[in-house]
């Protein structure tokens, strides 16, 4: 059982995101993507853009997944967990990653799935250091950050953990995958947003009509 973990902020939830699970889910043979909106990001307090309460973020993603789902895409399924939005207090990675590894058990693989912007930053996460033992860490080039110039810590655990391909073990490799460019921004989506425009193909279907139901973003 290959169980993809797809975290961020999802604000707003767009056809990126959907691209990103669907090229992790044939590269690594996933049975399942869990997508996992972040419900208070410690590293984006006092953002404006944070305002988005977490409840409308896990919202739009469950109207985006829904399509994949009855679809069965690529025979994996998706869900979306509300795991952070209902936790108290900052949302940590490394206590998502312990939480779901008690909840599914020792046997399933579970796969971090990672941009490259991430990656860069992978130093700078909450005990980041622990991730590899409860997790592989699966990482594709995002927008303009490249796979190269990684700080040295990150760069280490590249070396020590990088696998050519996913193996069957529960955690402990990082692993590279492609994707196609997806043109798409969510702080430009954002600005778009605020500006009362709603760029139906860049959000997925259902989500525009959300937003505008809701009033999002208009500041």
């Known amino acids: 059982m290959r169980v993809g973990l797809l975290g961020g902020s999802f604000n707003p939830v767009h056809v990126g995101h959907l691209a990103l699970g669907r090229a992790a889910a044939e590269a690594l043979a996933l049975d399942r993507i869990i997508v996992i909106p972040t419900g208070n990001s410690w590293q984006k307090a006092g953002m404006k853009h944070a305002r988005?309460?977490?409840?409308?973020?896990?919202?739009?993603?469950?109207?985006?997944?829904?399509?994949?789902?009855?679809?069965?895409?690529?025979?994996?399924?998706?869900?979306?967990?509300?795991?952070?939005?209902?936790?108290?207090?900052?949302?940590?990675?490394?206590?998502?990653?312990?939480?779901?590894?008690?909840?599914?058990?020792?046997?399933?693989?579970?796969?971090?799935?990672?941009?490259?912007?991430?990656?860069?930053?992978?130093?700078?996460?909450?005990?980041?250091?622990?991730?590899?033992?409860?997790?592989?860490?699966?990482?594709?080039?995002?927008?303009?950050?490249?796979?190269?110039?990684?700080?040295?810590?990150?760069?280490?655990?590249?070396?020590?953990?990088?696998?050519?391909?996913?193996?069957d073990t529960p955690a402990g490799s990082v692993v590279f995958f492609q994707m196609p460019p997806i043109a798409v921004s969510a702080t430009g989506l954002r600005e778009q947003l605020s500006r009362g425009e709603y760029p139906d193909e860049l959000l997925p279907p259902g989500v525009p009509e959300y937003i505008r139901q809701h009033h999002l973003y208009r500041y």
Do not use: F, K
Not at 113 to 128: E, I, Y
């Open 52 to 167: 988005v309460d977490a409840a409308h973020r896990l919202a739009m993603v469950q109207i985006a997944i829904a399509p994949l789902e009855s679809a069965r895409t690529q025979g994996c399924e998706w869900v979306a967990d509300d795991i952070e939005v209902r936790r108290a207090g900052p949302s940590y990675t490394v206590e998502t990653l312990r939480t779901l590894r008690d909840r599914l058990g020792p046997e399933p693989a579970l796969i971090l799935v990672l941009g490259s912007d991430q990656l860069h930053n992978l130093a700078t996460w909450h005990r980041w250091q622990e991730l590899p033992d409860l997790a592989h860490i699966a990482v594709t080039q995002r927008e303009r950050v490249r796979l190269v110039g990684l700080p040295e810590p990150v760069d280490r655990l590249v070396e020590q953990r990088g696998a050519q391909t996913l193996p």
